[in-house]
C-alpha cells in the first residue's frame, strides 16, 4: 500500500512538472488565446448591444406605415412605399437579417399577390423564415393560390396540403383542404378532392368550410 502511494504522489507530481513546463514554454501563446476569445465575445455582446437591437427597433419603428397601409387594403403602397416611408420592399433590402424585414417578406409576398404579381408574390414567401403557428400555413396557402393563378394546379394542392398540414390549426387547416380538394376536382381526381374534403368534416366542425363541404364531397364521388 506504501509503495502504491509513493507511485501515485510520483505520477501526481511528474504531471504537475509537466504542466509547468508547458505553461512555461506556452503560456504567451495561451495567454494571447484567451485575450482572443474574449475580444471576440465582447465583440459579439457588443455588435448585439449596440448594433443589432437598435437596428431591429428601427426596422420595426419604419414598418410601421406599410403596415397600416396593408390593414387598409392599401397594398402597392404597402409594397413599394412613398417619399416618406419604406414599403415592404424597401424594407427587405435595407433592413436584411432583422425579423422586420423577414415578416417584411411575408406582406410584401401577400401584397404582390393581391397586386396580381403572382411570381414576385411566390419569390417574396419562398424566402420568408416563418416561426409561428398562423403565418406559416398562411404563406404556403398563399404560393398555393399564386401558383393556382398562374394554372400550375398540381404545385398549388401540393402547397395547399403542406399548409394543411404545417401546423393543427384549426383556422387555416380546414381552409387549406377545402382549396386542395377544390384543385383536385379541378384536375378531375374526384377521389383525392373527396379524401381532402372528409377530413374538413371530421376535423374541424367548427370552420366555415363544414358547413358547405357536404355538396363538394357528393360532387367530387360522383366525378
Given amino acids: 500500500m506504501k509503495e502504491q502511494k ?12 509537466k504542466g509547468q513546463a508547458f505553461f512555461e514554454k506556452n503560456g504567451k501563446l495561451l495567454i494571447i488565446i484567451v485575450c482572443a476569445i474574449l475580444v471576440v465575445l465582447v465583440a459579439i455582446f457588443g455588435l448585439r448591444r449596440w448594433y443589432f437591437q437598435p437596428r431591429e427597433v428601427e426596422a ?4 410601421y406605415a406599410a403596415e397600416q397601409w396593408f390593414g387598409q387594403g392599401n397594398y402597392e403602397l404597402a409594397l413599394n412605399g412613398n417619399d416618406a416611408h419604406l414599403g415592404f420592399a424597401a424594407m427587405i433590402d435595407e433592413y436584411g437579417g432583422t425579423k422586420a424585414a423577414n415578416l417584411a417578406k411575408y406582406y410584401a409576398g401577400i401584397s404582390s399577390l393581391r397586386l396580381g404579381n403572382y411570381d414576385d408574390a411566390i419569390e417574396y414567401l419562398g424566402k420568408y423564415k416563418a416561426k409561428d403557428t398562423f403565418t406559416k400555413p398562411m404563406a404556403m396557402m398563399a404560393i398555393g393560390d399564386a401558383e393556382m393563378e398562374k394554372g400550375d394546379t398540381e ?56 358547413n358547405e363541404v357536404d355538396k363538394y364531397i357528393a360532387y367530387a364521388e360522383n366525378m
Fill in 155 to 210: 404545385s398549388a394542392i401540393n402547397h395547399y396540403l403542406k399548409a394543411a398540414n404545417a401546423e393543427d390549426n384549426f383556422v387555416t387547416a380546414p381552409t387549406a383542404l377545402f382549396k386542395a380538394g377544390l384543385g383536385y376536382i379541378m384536375l378531375g381526381k374526384g377521389k383525392e378532392a373527396a379524401d381532402c374534403l372528409k377530413q374538413i368534416k371530421t376535423k374541424y366542425p367548427e370552420s366555415t368550410e363544414w
Fill in 60 to 63: 420595426s419603428e419604419q414598418m
Fill in 6 to 17: 509513493e507511485e501515485k504522489v510520483l505520477e501526481t507530481n511528474d504531471l504537475i512538472t
